[in-house]
């Protein structure tokens, strides 16, 4: 299992390191392929047109007159080991892990992504419950009664779930709920939990359903289609012909072998959404990670997406990794096969 | 050249995602297109589904003569409908009139529904060709690395894993982001296009790559692969006449899965501001406009909205179907 | 696997229902009503009270460029400064035109202006003190001069007229040169004495002293771009603790500020909490229902509660609509062709449909149309409209005939560049576009990142010509209210640069740049008006400019507050005025 654990965290190493070459390519290699020099890539990483000297300042911070190579190093040792920004007469160090310094607003990334992370994990956790409950009880429900009016009511209703755009039932359900029937808070309305919890969820309703919306109706069919192959694989057969009841062999036999393609799937999109959940958050102005990203887009503020990016990375890497640990766990052949 | 699909049916059971590379024992005579089509007929609901979707693209086709007909110029303002202090539209129902199908926007009094039927050309145009993008590059993909297995396999394998866990979004508005308005010979919307249809595909390659994976894997251990090797036919001579032709169905089920998907996320690209230009209409543009306006003049995002919804939903529709007919295993 | 139609039967359902939402929601009014607001802040104090006490909650929907009073460009920011950071001269608490008359604040008097007209001697107050006590001396003005215009590698937000008309050599700033005594832009005879050594004359030199950048600054506090954090005050108020940015700043009373040094009164509240990045709708919605007393920005409520706002008597009672002295205009290059023929610059002039463009900003509401380069709070403003067509709507017979007389009878092609950032100058673009369309005149829009604009796409001179940016929408408000503050960037020859420049009509005549220099060498205040109004005429003259729209802000003051009023100077309400009824 130790063994096990180490080559996992072993890949979840090279993966960070692939992203980090992904993420570099985006943000520094790609644009200068498509024209940019040193001079135009420092200005945009200020932002509202900066002087001469601003930008001789930040393309030394940034090393980009040096080679891609060494560019690439400082980019990562940065983020492992930290940085240092001059304010002029004292040096500021961005302590790792460093997600890099926003010159617009002078002030570090990091701290800003983690204030925003309570309101993106509010809106994650909250969406994931009310996801995974209805998406893997409707599933379930379906195939075992497969055919029946609720399946193909169910199934239908996922369609159009995994069919609309979320910005745009986001829209309807404030249309609806918030303005035409003023019972939840309009949009951007974020409460902090530690302040009024009941407000906090108040304010997250909408947001929370909207988004689960979309994920239960693609876990439904996935959960469905998978309880549908396992519940006739031979070992429920056997669990049937020992006689046991309907109930533990569908318990116990079939949603838990079903179950573990969906967990896979779960700690992806749970990892992805850590990372903002840019949609959602823009349809409802909730002030989370997303809505830092699209808001630093449109404020030519460079370095925040950068630390945005890198930060919903690294949770997707987390996250791939503890749903590899939690697999051993469960299912033992998982360690050998690996 | 195709090969012959006289195959017993017994690997299906092993192979859950199989899609259609049999079928030929039972209905004798008959090829599996013929026998697809046949099933694919009577499923009403994706035959619906496929009929929106070809009035879809009729209407992204012929959208000029359409709009000439029963709308007005797309970019065209028509401010007398327009309140002049709040800026929204006058009369009933955000405008809507024999003259305004769908009514005006708030502010510019654009025709919805012109807007609308223009908007079908970006939304068709990107979901296809970033589609074909993900599609040449995961068949590329999947075909060699079930193929060959071994470490290539492994290699291909995890960096389909690693393609999956990116932040997509992020990923598609730092580059539109950081980008100039002229590059790689292009510029403007011809660029926007070309960087939107390339993030899309490229990024989204591994669906595609995954299911091809699978089937490969599970054909090049057929007795007519095997006969080609015996009589020693290149590796290149088997993939092409061999595997490819035998991989054509489930390529063509999961494209067709596919562009819904592509539609929705240039859908949320425009929504956030980084996709095609404007004045240029788009479905997620327009919507991202209406977000001011919710309470005011609900027509204007209920028509782009539902605009999406259906196309998105009739692809699917009629994928499922498509996949139904081509799958032996769910006939009912 | 059979389906039926019921996912698509339940959409059809909730179609209706909205539908039948709108209906009643009553987002169609029948237009053209009445929606005149009270507008009685802009002429007069509402609520006059002494009162003193409260907390005083402020709003931003983003966030200030910096809270450093050296290192800020945003008007909202040098009115918002005031509170804590005192300058040697400052604005009257007064409604109106008075409100732009400088008067002195931590200087006894305005500046004293030497007979070759380039030194300023200013002399400080006795008894003034910084928060912790200490007492503030001329040195520490001289110290905030030179971080804040002779350090752009560190400090680079705001504007550097000091660094543009001082004669201080090639003094490195502060940073890279420790010995402040290098600086000889500045000189301080003694504590309370401080000298401006000029270059060439500037005669509107108090107006530069009232900006924030003449704040005293302790040079051991200072922490360059981390000073914002913790502003050492000169003010009524100090920052309760050290602020990190995007938290909710708080202000407190600062025990060490002497009201008999202050010509204002500005220590109405006992505490003052700015919150940022209020999401603009639910920020407008406190501030209608009380929660909130002021948007800080001062730039107006959005599109939603403006449309709350006219429909309701009662809040129109508590309305401002006051121009913003923002005048929004299209340049025209004359070093695109065809714009180089004058009469092809006066057919897009003739062609542009003003009330559409109107329009895109969001009405009547939303401004005036302009017909000329000044904004009419500034003096020498006269309502000269040399390319006036009826209603403003464009005359095709004079775009006809310039187009003839220039050459292009069917018309040409040319580009329109606009901020892609912002959409109500996108939409304004697409105004442009469509009204020109229909006598031939072909554009191309091309939208640029807002942060950029001025770097490096529609102020760089060089990117206009290869790009072929014929027109190119802009917007400009004065950095002090005088015709020289507003119009000299936008107009003089001296003002084109390679990059950065505001000049974007690259306007360099002799005439303008000579009456431009005259003025600020002219002591007269109403003689300079004329020469303004001059420069005005000429550079319409020059069909190089096509102004649209003097900028208004719809202000909605909650009943809560007191000594409310919208001060001429910063174009917003006067934050350091206000108080709260108890």
């Keep these: ?338 | 050249m195709t090969a012959p699909l006289d195959v017993p049916g017994a690997a299906e059971e092993a192979q859950p995602e199989a899609v259609a590379q049999t079928g030929g024992t039972r209905d004798r005579g008959r090829s599996l297109g013929q026998i697809a089509w046949m099933r694919l007929r009577k499923d009403k609901v994706a035959m619906t589904g496929g009929a929106f979707v070809v009035l879809m693209a009729l209407v992204a086709l012929f959208a000029p003569l359409i709009v000439s007909l029963l709308g007005h110029p797309p970019n065209q303002w028509n401010r007398e409908m327009i309140d002049p202090a709040l800026g929204t539209p006058m009369g009933p129902m955000g405008g809507m009139s024999g003259e305004h199908l769908f009514g005006v926007e708030p502010v510019t009094g654009r025709d919805i529904f012109s807007r609308i039927v223009y908007g079908a050309r970006i939304s068709m145009l990107i979901g296809f060709l970033a589609t074909l993008v993900s599609v040449v590059i995961g068949t590329f993909m999947g075909i060699i690395a079930g193929y060959f297995g071994g470490w290539v396999d492994a290699l291909i394998s995890r960096l389909m894993d690693i393609f999956l866990a990116f932040p997509l979004l992020l990923f598609a508005m730092a580059l539109v982001g950081v980008l100039p308005d002229a590059a790689f010979g292009l510029q403007d919307n011809a660029l926007r296009i070309a960087i939107l249809v390339f993030i899309i595909g490229f990024f989204n390659w591994p669906y595609i790559g995954r299911i091809i994976r699978g089937q490969t894997l599970s054909l090049r251990e057929r007795e007519f692969v095997e006969a080609s090797r015996s009589l020693g036919a290149s590796n290149f001579y088997i993939l092409r006449k061999e595997l490819l032709p035998n991989l054509v169905a489930p390529i063509l089920v999961y494209s067709t899965l596919l562009i819904p998907t592509n539609i929705l996320f240039e859908a949320a690209l425009s929504f956030l501001g980084v996709g095609v230009e404007p004045p240029t209409a788009t479905w997620g543009g327009m919507l991202s406009e209406a977000v001011d306006y919710y309470d005011s003049a609900p027509n204007f995002m209920l028509a782009p909205g539902l605009a999406i919804f259906l196309t998105v939903l009739a692809f699917n529709l009629f994928g499922d179907g498509l996949r139904d007919a081509l799958d032996p295993r769910t006939q009912s | 696997m059979r389906k039926k139609w019921l996912g698509l039967a339940a959409a059809g359902t909730s179609v209706a229902m909205l539908l039948s939402a709108c209906g009643g929601g009553g987002g169609n009014g029948e237009g053209g009503g009445d929606y005149s607001v009270d507008n009685s802040a802009i002429s007069s104090i509402v609520d006059q009270s002494k009162e003193q006490g409260g907390t005083l909650k402020l709003a931003h929907s983003d966030q200030f460029d910096s809270l450093d009073p050296g290192n800020t460009y945003y008007a909202a920011n040098w009115d918002f400064t005031r509170l804590y950071a005192r300058t040697l001269v400052t604005y009257p608490q007064k409604p109106g035109d008075k409100g732009q008359e400088p008067i002195p604040d931590l200087a006894t008097d305005l500046g004293e202006v030497s007979d070759d007209g380039l030194t300023w001697t200013y002399t400080l107050k006795k008894g003034l003190k910084f928060q912790d006590g200490s007492k503030i001396t001329s040195e520490d003005v001289k110290y905030a001069i030179a971080r804040s215009n002779f350090a752009p590698e560190v400090l680079n937000k705001g504007p550097n007229y000091f660094f543009q008309l001082l004669d201080a050599g090639d003094y490195k700033g502060p940073y890279k040169d420790d010995n402040l005594d290098n600086f000889t832009g500045v000189t301080t005879p003694d504590d309370r004495t401080i000298k401006f050594h000029l270059k060439k004359p500037f005669a509107e030199f108090d107006y530069l002293a009232a900006m924030p950048q003449t704040s005293p600054v302790p040079a051991d506090a200072d922490t360059g771009t981390q000073y914002q954090t913790n502003v050492v005050s000169t003010g009524p108020y100090k920052f309760e603790s050290e602020w990190t940015p995007g938290q909710t700043l708080t202000l407190v009373r600062n025990e060490h500020y002497d009201p008999s040094t202050d010509p204002l009164t500005r220590n109405r509240p006992d505490k003052i909490q700015v919150q940022w990045k209020q999401e603009e709708n639910d920020r407008d919605k406190r501030l209608i229902n009380g929660d909130l007393h002021v948007d800080v920005a001062g730039l107006g409520v959005e599109a939603s509660a403006r449309q709350d706002i006219l429909r309701n008597e009662d809040l129109r009672a508590n309305a401002d609509n006051p121009q913003t002295g923002f005048l929004l205009y299209f340049a025209i290059n004359p070093n695109v062709e065809p714009f180089d023929k004058k009469a092809c610059r006066e057919a897009v002039l003739y062609g542009a449909d003003k009330t559409a463009m109107q329009g895109a900003w969001g009405g009547t509401i939303a401004g005036d149309i302009a017909t000329n380069m000044l904004p009419p709070s500034i003096k020498g403003y006269k309502p000269i409209d040399p390319y006036g067509t009826k209603g403003q709507k464009g005359s095709k017979k004079k775009v006809e005939a310039a187009l003839k007389e220039c050459g292009m009878p069917d018309g040409f092609s040319t580009n329109i560049s606009y901020r892609s950032d912002r959409d109500k100058e996108k939409k304004t673009a697409e105004a442009l576009q469509q009204a020109l369309q229909q006598y031939g005149i072909k554009t191309d829009l091309k939208g640029y990142p807002a942060g950029t604009y001025t770097s490096e796409q529609a102020g760089s001179p060089e990117f206009v010509h290869r790009e072929e940016l014929g027109i190119i929408a802009y917007g400009w408000g004065a950095d002090w209210p005088s015709g020289y503050g507003f119009l000299s960037q936008i107009m003089h020859g001296d003002s084109i640069k390679p990059a950065g420049n505001s000049n974007l009509s690259e306007l360099d005549d002799p005439e303008v740049n000579k009456l431009l220099d005259e003025s600020v060498q002219t002591e007269d205040p109403a003689a300079r008006a004329e020469i303004y109004a001059e420069v005005n005429q000429l550079a319409m003259e020059s069909a190089t400019f096509l102004p649209y729209l003097n900028q208004k802000a719809l202000l909605y003051r909650p009943e809560e507050l007191s000594n409310v009023y919208f001060s001429e100077a910063y174009k917003m309400y006067d934050y350091s005025a206000l108080g709260l009824e108890q």
């Design chain 1, 1 to 338: 299992m130790i063994r096990y654990i180490f080559r996992r965290l072993a890949a979840g190493v090279v993966l960070l390191l692939v992203v980090t070459m992904v993420v570099f390519a985006i943000f520094f290699l790609v644009p200068r392929l498509a024209g940019i020099d040193s001079d135009g890539l420092a200005a945009r990483y200020i932002g509202k047109s900066p002087s001469p000297e601003a930008i001789a300042a930040v393309k030394e911070r940034l090393n980009l007159d040096e080679p891609i190579t060494v560019q690439y190093w400082e980019f990562v040792s940065g983020l492992v080991m930290g940085q240092e920004y001059d304010s002029g007469t004292d040096i500021i160090h961005c302590d790792a892990p460093c997600f890099g310094y926003s010159f617009k607003t002078n002030t570090e990334v990091w701290p800003q992504l983690l204030e925003r992370l309570p309101v993106t994990g509010s809106l994650a956790i909250g969406a994931a419950v009310i996801w995974l409950v209805a998406g893997v009880s409707i599933g379930v429900l379906s195939a075992l009664r497969r055919g029946s009016l609720l399946d193909r009511a169910a199934m239908m209703t996922a369609l159009a779930g995994v069919s609309l755009p979320i910005f745009f039932t986001g829209l309807v359900s404030l249309a609806l709920l918030s303005y035409y029937w003023p019972i939840f808070p309009p949009g951007g309305s974020y409460t902090d939990f530690t302040e009024n919890p009941l407000a906090w969820a108040h304010g997250l309703v909408l947001p929370w359903v909207t988004l689960a919306f979309l994920y239960a109706a693609m876990y439904a069919r996935l959960t469905r289609a998978g309880m549908l192959d396992t519940m006739g694989e031979d070992f429920i057969r056997t669990a049937r012909a020992k006689g046991l009841p309907e109930r533990t062999v569908v318990t116990k036999h079939g949603l838990r072998a079903a179950l573990t393609p969906i967990i896979t799937i779960f700690g992806l999109d749970f990892g992805l959404m850590l990372g903002g959940a840019v949609l959602t958050e823009s349809t409802f102005s909730l002030p989370g990670l997303g809505k830092f990203a699209v808001d630093a887009i449109r404020g030519s503020d460079l370095p925040v997406v950068l630390g945005v990016t890198m930060f919903t990375a690294v949770f997707v890497v987390i996250a791939n990794l503890v749903v590899d640990v939690l697999y051993a766990w469960v299912d033992p052949r998982v360690r050998v096969g690996a």
